[in-house]
């Protein structure tokens, strides 16, 4: 040990390998500052009783709902994409995770060159970027696909065509992570496959599905690219489009209280989800049971 | 009993269920992404070598490949390398954004993975919640949010000018690449910070305390034992932040607006909404999937690997 430390080309203070390391914790906390603080500084703005984004003028609802004309509530474009938001990402949810589930079992028991070619267009599909898909799918509903006008229909099936991986990588992942060993045990003692597929291990992929949702929903909120391109007008442009159509047009408090709004939204939708994760895990707790890193692992 | 179980799982599928029986349960999304994924392809390669409709200028795609018309591909070819290149400069333009924006990510994102994978404690589950806070937080609220604190009259200049480090207003969001460089690097840095951590969170440790009784002081550790074992991590890291960056141009849009710094995503995105350019943005489209084909193929391959070796 004196041999090892008197090799060290440091000083005394460098020789206690349990010395905390200051510099990389000042680091993170600067790190988590630049992180989260622009975006609390826009939160508090949309508080703002003025019409400026960087002087502070007093506290106030004004812009969520008192001001009869500018406010979320009032401005029909506003309020519009708030709707066109929550219903897309609603009906993506409901059709993409299912899809997105059943794909994950299937794949998972049917062996082969197709099963793999499929598995492998899935997985393409994850990593290809979005504007790539959003024009090209702009291009099938302009001149293949054509009975598909351009709004909510186009954009709900823009959006589940990307989101549908995310449900499947999660579930396999939860699937490797089960093994085999509980539904042969449930075949074993006399279970059909499909049997030991709905009452063993479905249940133990709910956590797995419920937080597939969760993200499914959480990103639809956050899409950008894709609604944008298979909008038709104004009225189905949601809170993402108005953001960016906006940002650099003189806007008002409005817009961050519409940002503020969506954060809102996904904050309050991971609460629900943590708290469905833990009720779905609740078998498997040891000790003080799932964290909430764990939920965010599972993302 | 043994037997005549496995004898029966031997046959799940053939006697118990029809063959198709399972390949059914993944049908639905398979073709869901046959019919709006992969065929758009081709719609793409029969739009950028189609024609344009000379009255309302709007692309003609040409379905049978034996009729494609190369003259548009040509073009843009032309003008991205030959001698009147004016498509040259956005496309190494992205290529040093990109390169630039990751780089400055790993700078960043592995001290921070580092940090809280080996020394967090019982803050872990705080820090990953803090960590992760930016998934939830939309895109477009944080680039909002800088658009507000880099205006003439946001924060940044009145921080600036207050303690009279520049005499007046820095115009930071009319076309510099800095700019759009950290506004690139602050979008997409936590999705490498979490690849990073799990990838350094898998390391065992007794190996880390191996290299330390045979004698190697923190930083040979880290050089010797760390950061080769963290090489996956990091390449994946910086494959799943630089893909999305490449199709990016929003963040651009925001932070710039500025031709002097547009990409190859503005390229795209431009000629879409502009009559009569319609077949110039599906062949920007197809050169753009050529060049990320080679990383996203290797991002998927290195997740085949991990999901094997996790099976077993």
């Given at each position: 040990m004196s041999e090892v430390a008197a090799r060290s080309p440091m000083g005394n203070r460098f020789r206690n390998p349990w010395r905390k390391p200051r510099i990389l914790e000042s680091f993170i906390w600067l790190y988590l500052a630049w992180s989260i603080l622009p975006v609390a500084i826009a939160v508090l703005f949309s508080f703002n009783a003025g019409r400026s984004r960087s002087t502070w003028q007093g506290f106030s609802l004004r812009w969520y709902f008192k001001d009869p004309v500018l406010s979320v509530w009032h401005d029909p474009n506003l309020h519009t994409a708030l709707f066109q938001t929550l219903r897309l990402a609603a009906l993506t949810t409901i059709i993409a995770v299912p899809l997105g589930v059943a794909f994950a079992i299937g794949i998972d028991r049917w062996r082969g060159r197709i099963a793999a070619t499929f598995n492998f267009q899935m997985l393409l599909s994850f990593v290809m970027p979005e504007l790539i898909i959003g024009v090209t799918l702009l291009f099938v509903f302009a001149n293949l696909l054509s009975f598909v006008h351009l709004g909510t229909k186009a954009q709900f099936l823009g959006l589940v065509t990307f989101q549908v991986s995310y449900p499947v990588i999660i579930v396999r992942a939860r699937m490797l992570s089960i093994g085999k060993e509980y539904e042969e045990a449930a075949m074993d003692l006399g279970a059909s496959p499909v049997q030991a597929l709905r009452r063993v291990l479905l249940p133990l992929l709910y956590p797995a599905i419920f937080a597939s949702a969760v993200l499914v929903f959480a990103d639809v909120i956050d899409d950008f690219v894709i609604v944008r391109y298979l909008s038709s007008d104004a009225s189905t442009e949601p809170m993402a489009v108005k953001i960016f159509n906006s940002a650099r047009a003189s806007p008002t408090p409005a817009l961050n209280a519409l940002a503020t709004i969506m954060l809102t939204t996904s904050l309050l939708l991971i609460v629900l989800g943590y708290v469905g994760y833990r009720f779905s895990t609740r078998g498997e707790r040891r000790g003080a049971g799932p964290g909430f890193g764990d939920f965010a692992a599972e993302l | 009993m043994l037997r005549t179980a496995r004898r029966r799982r031997a046959k799940d599928g053939g006697v118990w269920y029809p063959r198709w029986f399972w390949p059914s349960f993944a049908a639905p999304g398979a073709v869901w992404l046959l019919v709006l994924f992969a065929v758009p392809f081709y719609v793409v390669l029969s739009v950028a070598f189609g024609t344009v409709d000379p009255i309302f200028r709007n692309p003609v795609p040409v379905w049978n490949p034996i009729q494609w018309y190369p003259g548009t591909f040509r073009d843009?070819?032309?003008?991205?390398?030959?001698?009147?290149?004016?498509?040259?400069?956005?496309?190494?333009?992205?290529?040093?954004?990109?390169?630039?924006?990751?780089?400055?990510?790993?700078?960043?994102?592995?001290?921070?993975?580092?940090?809280?994978?080996?020394?967090?404690?019982?803050?872990?589950?705080?820090?990953?919640?803090?960590?992760?806070?930016?998934?939830?937080?939309?895109?477009?609220?944080?680039?909002?949010?800088?658009?507000?604190?880099?205006?003439?009259?946001?924060?940044?200049?009145?921080?600036?000018?207050?303690?009279?480090?520049?005499?007046?207003?820095?115009?930071?969001?009319?076309?510099?690449?800095?700019?759009?460089?950290?506004?690139?690097?602050?979008?997409?840095?936590?999705?490498?910070?979490?690849?990073?951590?799990?990838?350094?969170?898998?390391?065992?440790?007794?190996?880390?305390?191996?290299?330390?009784?045979?004698?190697?002081?923190?930083?040979?550790?880290?050089?010797?034992?760390?950061?080769?074992?963290?090489?996956?991590?990091?390449?994946?890291?910086?494959?799943?932040?630089?893909?999305?960056?490449?199709?990016?141009?929003?963040?651009?849009?925001?932070?710039?607006?500025?031709?002097?710094?547009?990409?190859?995503?503005?390229?795209?995105?431009?000629?879409?909404?502009?009559?009569?350019?319609?077949?110039?943005?599906?062949?920007?489209?197809?050169?753009?999937?050529?060049?990320?084909?080679?990383?996203?193929?290797?991002?998927?391959?290195?997740?085949?690997?991990?999901?094997?070796?996790?099976?077993?």
């Open positions: - | 843009v070819l032309g003008q991205i390398f030959g001698t009147n290149a004016f498509l040259g400069p956005p496309f190494l333009r992205t290529f040093l954004y990109v390169a630039m924006a990751s780089a400055i990510c790993l700078l960043i994102a592995y001290p921070v993975a580092y940090y809280v994978a080996r020394y967090a404690g019982r803050r872990r589950g705080m820090l990953l919640v803090l960590l992760i806070a930016p998934f939830w937080i939309s895109y477009m609220m944080r680039m909002l949010a800088w658009v507000n604190l880099l205006g003439n009259d946001g924060l940044v200049n009145r921080s600036l000018t207050s303690l009279h480090l520049v005499g007046h207003p820095v115009a930071w969001l009319s076309g510099r690449p800095i700019t759009v460089v950290l506004g690139l690097v602050y979008g997409y840095i936590p999705y490498m910070i979490l690849p990073l951590f799990a990838g350094l969170d898998r390391i065992d440790t007794n190996l880390l305390e191996a290299a330390r009784d045979l004698g190697a002081n923190r930083a040979r550790t880290f050089a010797r034992v760390t950061l080769p074992l963290s090489k996956q991590a990091i390449l994946a890291g910086m494959v799943i932040v630089a893909l999305p960056m490449f199709g990016d141009y929003f963040t651009n849009d925001l932070l710039s607006g500025s031709p002097k710094t547009s990409m190859i995503g503005n390229l795209i995105d431009d000629s879409v909404g502009t009559p009569g350019q319609g077949t110039n943005a599906a062949v920007l489209v197809l050169i753009l999937t050529v060049i990320l084909i080679i990383p996203m193929l290797y991002y998927v391959s290195s997740t085949g690997r991990a999901t094997r070796e996790r099976s077993g």
